[in-house]
């Protein structure tokens, strides 16, 4: 809208709220529904700092080294859908951008320190 490729500020996935970060991030019903596909609680979270912070979403020990790169990989991919349902008309099914989140944390995972790749491996096995 800024920008004024978009005449307002709604939600393109129809939930009637504006869009935020934070909206687009996890209180959007459509993003809660990926973050739960994918085993996380978000209910919890007032702002994107509680994203990055421990405790605000229950991560096991083995898994908190890459977290913040799973947190990224997920948001990515989130972004990536809302772009293709705000340019292209295109609506992503959650389960297809869950997968796409876990593809995405494979390709990512070779850039990783070893100890981290192991804790991608088991969040992309889990
Ligand atoms: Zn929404």
Redesign the pocket.
Known sequence: MKQQILTSDE?P?G?N?S?SAL?LAVL???SALIFQYLGLDVSNVQDMRDLFTDGKVVIAPNKKNVWVVVLVAILWNIWLARNRKVFDDRNIPHIVVARQCTETLKLWSSRLKKNERQAADQWIED
């Open positions: 939600c996935f939930c709220s869009e909206h959007c019903p459509r």
